[in-house]
């Protein structure tokens, strides 16, 4: 059987050196405290795109879910286990998180297995049913740039499904008050992992700006 990385193991150590050995009194405090995170970010599963790593962020600072594509489900009235929702509500309801950040990014597998294969294709596929979730930003895209390079498709469709999870996001009655009141801000962030570079949606340029 696989042994766990050394490297897990002597990253822990060095993680706890830092925080527990010493007097790390930013780690007491969130100890006793609790966690007060003002930053909410969905971000994809992809082992490059760590919110915590690319944001150079501390132990509190966010507050993170992470699934295949950075994406938000819609409302849903039948139950079920809504783990994203369930966080998303965690996070807005109790934590009082005052933005939220949809991290998208380049050279996503869950978007480019959309766009590659033409629409969710494999009935009874978990990632494909949860891939449904954006099929309208690629069906726009494809009716949009119909010429255009799979790469370039692939990166719009990247682009606009974070639009769509902002949309989502909006269907939940706690998130939209929020929004609407002033307490809360939704944010559409794109991380090019080619260019090194941080996108965020711009409403009135309607198109991704460099941050
Ligand atoms: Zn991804």
Redo the contacts with the bound molecule.
């Keep these: 059987m696989n042994t766990i990385p050394r490297k897990l193991l002597e990253g822990f150590q060095r993680f706890r050196e830092r925080h527990f050995k010493s007097d790390d009194s930013l780690y007491q405090q969130l100890v006793k405290e609790g966690q007060t995170p003002r930053t909410m970010v969905v971000a994809?599963?992809?082992s490059r795109?760590d919110p915590a790593l690319v944001l150079d962020c501390e132990p509190g600072d966010l507050f993170v879910i992470r699934n295949?594509?950075?994406l938000v489900p819609p409302i849903e009235g039948r139950a079920g286990h809504h783990g994203t929702t369930a966080a998303i509500e965690y996070g807005v309801r109790n934590l009082g998180v005052e933005h939220i950040i949809v991290l998208g990014?380049a050279q996503?597998?869950?978007?480019g297995a959309l766009v590659r294969s033409g629409g969710v294709s494999n009935p009874g596929s978990f990632i494909d049913d949860w891939m449904c979730l954006v099929e309208s930003a690629r069906r726009s895209v494809m009716e949009e740039m119909p010429n255009a390079t799979l790469k370039e498709q692939t990166r719009a469709c990247e682009q606009r499904a974070i639009l769509v999870s902002l949309d989502n996001l909006m269907t939940f009655s706690w998130v939209r008050e929020r929004v609407e009141a002033g307490k809360l801000r939704l944010h559409g962030w794109y991380f090019d992992i080619e260019h090194g570079q941080l996108l965020r949606y711009d409403e009135t340029a309607r198109d991704y700006i460099a941050l």
């Design positions: 994809c599963c992809d795109v295949v594509a950075n990014h996503c597998g869950g978007i």
